[in-house]
């Protein structure tokens, strides 16, 4: 029996992660990442005190459009809690954010987005 969920077409799955670098629906990338429903793009952030809500504008824009509404950020190697000044500048754009490990957020988004979740991740290549 096959338990691969079934992914809309069209829809951004993250197959693999490690090394610096991720393959993202067939595409490999170097470094981190932004994946969203509907295409993925290279992140200049490197590590969790690069974050910024200058790094995050694209995921603001994407969450003013209502094309997203939770933004999943791998902060590397362990979860790192991030400020409350960036939470609520997302959340004013409708965006809630939750922070996890980069593998987690790479599974957890595959996971919503095999869903049809209006979901975003961004990730810090570990």
């Known amino acids: 029996m096959d338990l691969t969920p079934l992914v809309p077409q069209g829809r951004q799955i993250v197959e693999s992660y490690g090394e610096g670098r991720f393959r993202v629906t067939g595409t490999l990338y170097q470094g981190s ?28 824009a994407a969450g003013k459009a209502g094309t997203i509404d939770l933004l999943l950020i791998g902060c590397g190697l362990r979860m790192t809690p991030i400020s409350s000044a960036l939470r609520a500048g997302l959340r004013a754009q409708g965006v809630v954010i939750e922070t996890m490990d980069t593998g987690a957020a790479a599974r957890t988004y595959n996971v919503l987005a095999a869903e049809g979740r209006k979901v975003a991740a961004a990730l810090i290549a570990v």
């Open 33 to 60: 990442v932004l994946v969203f429903p509907d295409r993925t793009a290279a992140w200049s952030v490197a590590m969790i005190a690069d974050l910024s809500e200058a790094a995050l504008t694209e995921v603001a």
